[in-house]
């Protein structure tokens, strides 16, 4: 079974460049959320979408950053226009819907941004 | 949100069994502890998650104590491949979703 995947794996993008990340699920997987580790700082949450509907965006930071998942499959996460603090690792998880009290998420490989 | 405290980082050789502490004092009654492994340019990877009293699986187990502000991850025997940053996480129920909060984890260092 294919894991999560995640392109590019490296962006290179000067500031106020637009730069598209995209997410593939494990198929069949209904959750997926988007976090990110900015240089030095700690992993952090940024949304949940369950299928296609945003759950919870609560960890966006501005609206710099705008996400979708249209048709329920695949995401993307657009950053426009990019700052030099949004540098970091992007990472994506998906989960089977197992209820509120499992915490199993599988993670892809991440996008490294850099923002110059 | 529970905060978790655990070491930055541990040495230990191969062959040998690692334990884990993590400190969740302000833990909640709903929720879970989860244990995280991450590689050098990999995601996190999900190893083992518990509620109370002992888990075991393949990879290691997780002992939480009848107050549950701690808990224990120990992986058995180690190798060099074991070598990989140890997230403890407590579960951040939200309204709808299962959102990880991790923290600063600790760095396991296996020598040869």
């Known amino acids: 079974e294919a894991g999560v995947t995640q392109f590019p794996s490296h962006s290179v993008i000067e500031k106020g460049q637009t730069v598209t990340l995209r997410c593939d699920p494990i198929s069949g997987h209904d959750n997926l959320y988007w976090y990110r580790r900015v240089m030095g700082k700690e992993i952090k949450f940024l949304l949940h979408f369950v299928k296609e509907s945003k759950q919870d965006e609560s960890g966006m930071p501005n609206n710099r950053f705008l996400a979708e998942r249209t048709g329920g499959t695949y995401s993307t996460l657009k950053v426009q226009p990019a700052e030099l603090e949004d540098s970091g690792v992007y990472f994506c998880?998906?989960?089977?819907?197992?209820?509120?009290?499992?915490?199993?998420?599988?993670f892809g490989p991440g996008t490294r941004l850099t923002v110059t | 949100l529970a905060k978790t405290t655990q070491p930055i980082s541990m040495d230990s050789y191969e062959g040998q069994e690692v334990n884990i502490t993590c400190s969740h004092n302000?833990?909640?009654?709903?929720?879970?502890i989860t244990w995280y492994q991450q590689f050098p340019s990999q995601g996190p990877r999900f190893i083992i998650q518990g509620y109370k009293t002992k888990v075991t699986n393949e990879v290691a187990s997780l002992f939480i104590p009848a107050d549950r502000k701690s808990s224990t991850l120990s992986l058995p025997r180690v190798s060099l491949s074991d070598t990989a940053v140890y997230y403890c996480?407590?579960?951040?129920?939200?309204?709808?979703?299962?959102?990880?909060?991790f923290g600063g984890g600790t760095r396991l260092m296996v020598k040869p």
């Open positions: 302000n833990i909640a009654t709903n929720d879970y």
């Open positions: 998880a998906s989960s089977q819907d197992r209820g509120r009290e499992s915490y199993e998420q599988y």
């Open positions: 996480l407590v579960g951040a129920t939200h309204n709808a979703g299962n959102m990880l909060t």
